[in-house]
């Protein structure tokens, strides 16, 4: 492909993180890139591309409340502090030549 999109690659490494787990998978709605159930927990992954963290703050407002663990792949570390989301249990960062996820606590 000419034009990959880069958030839905690395949610899928994300996603493949709990392979063995996973009861069900499903798209989500922007700025959602995937839903999935893993042992009886419902988690969300979301994707911010670099700058546009202010933009994904004011949609994730904007929705009602969720139960969603939400899983946040960045593209940069440094832009964990600009991210006020709530249910926000890891920030992720993925190799994109690897596929390799590395996540953070949110502080």
Not at 52 to 80: C, F, G, P, W
Not at 84 to 89: A, E, F, P, Q
């Amino acid at each position: 492909a000419n034009n990959p999109d880069y958030g839905m690659i690395a949610s899928f490494w994300v996603l493949l993180d709990f392979k063995t787990a996973i009861m069900y998978h499903t798209d989500g709605e922007f700025p959602v890139k995937l839903n999935f159930f893993s042992k009886d927990e419902w988690y969300e992954v979301l994707y911010v591309p670099q700058e546009q963290e202010y933009l994904i703050n004011h949609v994730m407002e904007s929705q009602t409340k969720s139960d969603a663990k939400r899983l946040v792949v960045l593209e940069t570390e440094e832009q964990a502090a600009k991210i006020h989301i709530t249910g926000v249990i890891a920030f992720c960062l993925v190799d994109s030549s690897t596929g390799s996820v590395s996540y953070y606590a949110k502080k």
